[in-house]
């Protein structure tokens, strides 16, 4: 018994392995894309296997396809949706323009199990499913692709959400906790005047949700589908009714909000909206990242930094250093952020190469779409419940600076005046004592008088109170 099968294409006889459910052209993008050994993410599995499904019933009820055929389609499309069938999709990212063989490569494993569905060998040559024929009615790869791409990032979207609001949440939890804690606050990396630790945290919460709201209307455009146009647009071989039809079966068997396309040519032309969505990604790693940093500044230390914030211990930190524990969450995000970053100056590039009717970057843009969703949605949830939840606040570290903070005396300027302000200022960080009892010190105020005037928390609470403060 051999250990591969002979099938057949448009160009000829490719030997295919024995047990795979793809076929020809799949085996030929195998061989001419040995590029990064990398597959096919889920979603676009799951996608392109809807398209599939969807596609099957529709040509079931306008009466296009055999009953017993449309069912085995549907069927084996079910399996490739539920997972079953994953390791059959096999074309390295880096293929052919627009996606051809991802899309026969779906075909091809629908198409076989379809086949065996209905009794037939996988080397049986009278198996009666085609691929291009029955599986890919009505379709081309050139309106299924973008639709999938579409679809695929619809797919995780609402997990991606979920996500990012438990961070929110887990750091409004913490604003409401260390709501009491007053410290320095720091611009251009300097002293700077008060600031509550549940103000700065709560900051971070609010910008989680901003970002949230900016993946949701960017999310909107993804929900206009083209399915229907396809070879160019012009609906060449589908049936007055399929694409409305497709529209509502997808949303039906995805359980997703669809729309159907005002303009069949724009949805296969531009890659605007998925360039949207991939944008509203990369600004959402930006601000995740900056919040990383935050918090590797506020933890760094913890005896020559600034140790306001304690991360959680996970892991040693040094195969050297006994004893030394590092932000490594925050790290993680970092790095997982700027991935996402280059993702989508790829996907950037890619839309831009369209040309005329089709879009033939579209695979990159579907992998790396995908990708930046997985690794925002893993390294997120990582971060949130690996250092967030367990971040500890340092307040006598905190309130220790602040004492020492000679922005403070400017709190003063109204009572003791400007010049003698900056001689306590000076005085403070020469000795490194507090303004506080440097005033007293010198006889400027008396103690109550000094407390009284340099109550931070009230200085954290908007209003005039004698500060006078610029950046």
């Known amino acids: 018994m051999t250990d591969y099968r002979i099938e057949k294409d448009s160009l000829g006889e490719v030997q295919v392995p024995a047990g795979a459910y793809y076929g020809a052209q799949t085996q030929r993008a195998v061989l001419n894309f040995p590029v990064s050994g990398l597959k096919p993410y889920p979603a676009f599995v799951w996608s392109m296997a809807l398209i599939k499904r969807a596609a099957a019933e529709v040509h079931l009820d306008l009466g296009l396809l055999d009953e017993k055929m449309a069912r085995a389609i549907m069927q084996a499309g079910d399996e490739v949706l539920e997972g079953k069938w994953q390791a059959q999709f096999v074309v390295d990212p880096f293929q052919a323009g627009a996606g051809t063989s991802h899309n026969m490569n779906i075909n091809e494993v629908i198409a076989n199990r379809a086949n065996e569905i209905l009794g037939y060998q996988l080397e049986d040559p009278s198996k009666p499913v085609n691929p291009n024929d029955h599986v890919n009615m009505a379709q ?133 909206d998925a360039t949207f969505f991939s944008s509203a990604l990369r600004t959402t790693a930006q601000d995740l990242s900056r919040i990383a940093n935050d918090i590797r500044l506020l933890s760094s230390g913890p005896t020559t930094g600034l140790a306001e914030l304690t991360c959680p211990p996970v892991q040693p930190g040094s195969s050297i250093m006994p004893g030394k524990v590092n932000p490594v969450l925050a790290e993680m995000l970092n790095q997982a952020m700027f991935h996402i970053m280059g993702n989508d100056l790829t996907v950037l590039l890619a839309s831009q190469a369209g040309q005329l009717e089709l879009n033939v970057m579209m695979p990159i843009i579907a992998h790396n779409l995908f990708e930046s969703e997985l690794v925002m949605i893993g390294a997120v949830n990582a971060f949130t419940t690996k250092l967030v939840v367990g971040l500890v606040a ?28 900056a001689e306590v200022a000076k005085k403070s960080l020469a000795e490194n004592k507090s303004i506080r009892d440097i005033v007293v010190e010198l006889g400027y105020m008396t103690a109550e008088a000094a407390d009284a005037a340099l109550d931070a928390r009230k200085m954290t609470e908007g209003g005039i109170q004698g500060v006078s403060a610029g950046g």
């Not at 005002?262 to 296969?268: G, P, R, T, V, Y």
């Not at 004492?403 to 003698?420: E, R």
């Open 394 to 421: 340092n307040s006598d570290r905190a309130t220790a600076w602040l004492a020492k903070n000679p922005i403070l005396v400017t709190a003063l300027n109204p009572i003791i005046g400007y010049k003698k302000g």
């Open 140 to 272: 081309s790869t050139n309106d299924t692709i973008p639709t999938a791409i579409r679809l695929g990032a619809l797919w995780r979207f609402d997990e991606l959400l979920q996500a990012l609001g438990a961070l929110a949440e887990a750091f409004e939890m913490k604003a409401a906790e260390w709501d009491d804690i007053v410290k320095s606050g720091r611009t251009h990396l300097q002293d700077a005047v008060p600031v509550r630790l549940g103000q700065e945290v709560g900051a971070w919460a609010k910008a989680v949700r901003r970002s949230m709201e900016k993946l949701a209307l960017a999310a909107e455009g993804l929900r206009r589908l083209g399915i229907g146009g396809t070879a160019t647009g012009s609906a060449l071989n589908a049936h007055p009714e399929y694409h409305k039809r497709m529209v509502a079966k997808l949303s039906q068997l995805s359980g997703l909000k669809l729309y159907e396309s005002d303009n069949l040519f724009e949805s296969m032309q531009s890659m605007g």
